[in-house]
T-cell receptor
Framework: DTEVTQTPKHLVMGMTNKKSLKCEQH?????MYWYKQKAKKPPELMFV???????INESVPSRFSPECPNSSLLNLHLHALQPEDSALYLC??????????????FGQGTRLTVV | TQLLEQSPQFLSIQEGENLTVYCNSS?????LQWYRQEPGEGPVLLVT?????EVKKLKRLTFQFGDARKDSSLHITAAQPGDTGLYLC????????????FGKGTKLSVKP
C-alpha cells in the first residue's frame, strides 16, 4: 500500500471560517509533509513533521496550523484565510533517513478555494 | 540555497516522437525523484535515482542520474497521448527530514 489519502478533495470556505484538511498514510512513514501548490507552479514546502514533531515551518502564516496526532495522521487547521491562500494543498509522507534516498509519496490533494 | 533548473518548461509534440527533459543544479543531491502530475491531482512518483551514473528504465521512459549527482534527465521514446502531463524533478538534500527541492516542471502535451 503506497497510498496517502487526503480529505476533503475540494473545499470552499469563507474568510471567517475554520476548517481542517486531513491526511492519512499506513506505510509506516515517520516523516509527513504539507505542500502548497499554486496553478502552474511546483509544490512549495510548508511544514515537515518527523516522528510526530514539527521539524520545519517554512515561515508559514499562523492562520495555517498543522497537527500530527499520531504517526499515521496529519492535519492542517485553517482559520481566517485570505483569497490568495486558494491553492492545491498536498500531503506527502516518506521514511526518515539520515542520508540517501528519500522517496516521498503524495496524496491527491485538497483543492481549496477561499471566498 | 539549492535550486533545480528544469527544461524545457513546455513541450508539445506529436505521438511517436522522442523527447528529453533535463533537470540541472550546481548542488549535489543525495537522491533525485521524477514525478508526473495530472491537473488537480497530486504528483505520482515515477522513479528515484540514488547512485551517480545510474540509469533506470520504466517501459518507454529512461531516467539517468549524472555522475556527480547534480543533474538528471528523463527520455521518453515514442511518446503517446497518455504521457501528457506535468513532469517534476525533485532533489533530496540528504537531511534527516528528507526535504525535497522541486524543479519548476515541464508541461508535456502529446498530440495524437
Amino acid at each position: 500500500d503506497t497510498e496517502v489519502t487526503q480529505t476533503p478533495k475540494h473545499l470552499v470556505m469563507g474568510m471567517t471560517n475554520k476548517k481542517s484538511l486531513k491526511c492519512e498514510q499506513h506505510m509506516g512513514h515517520r516523516a509527513m509533509y504539507w505542500y502548497k501548490q499554486k496553478a502552474k507552479k511546483p509544490p512549495e514546502l510548508m511544514f515537515v513533521y518527523s516522528y510526530e514533531k514539527l521539524s520545519i515551518n517554512e515561515s508559514v502564516p499562523s492562520r495555517f496550523s498543522p497537527e500530527c496526532p499520531n504517526s499515521s495522521l496529519l492535519n492542517l487547521h485553517l482559520h481566517a484565510l485570505q483569497p490568495e491562500d486558494s491553492a492545491l494543498y498536498l500531503c506527502a509522507s516518506s521514511q526518515v533517513r539520515n542520508r540517501g534516498n528519500t522517496e516521498a509519496f503524495f496524496g491527491q490533494g485538497t483543492r481549496l478555494t477561499v471566498v | 540555497t539549492q535550486l533545480l533548473e528544469q527544461s524545457p518548461q513546455f513541450l508539445s509534440i506529436q505521438e511517436g516522437e522522442n523527447l528529453t527533459v533535463y533537470c540541472n543544479s550546481s548542488s549535489v543531491f543525495s537522491s533525485l525523484q521524477w514525478y508526473r502530475q495530472e491537473p488537480g491531482e497530486g504528483p505520482v512518483l515515477l522513479v528515484t535515482v540514488v547512485t551517480g551514473g545510474e540509469v533506470k528504465k520504466l517501459k518507454r521512459l529512461t531516467f539517468q542520474f549524472g555522475d556527480a549527482r547534480k543533474d538528471s534527465s528523463l527520455h521518453i521514446t515514442a511518446a503517446q497521448p497518455g504521457d501528457t502531463g506535468l513532469y517534476l524533478c525533485a532533489g533530496a538534500d540528504g537531511g534527516s527530514q528528507g526535504n525535497l527541492i522541486f524543479g519548476k516542471g515541464t508541461k508535456l502535451s502529446v498530440k495524437p
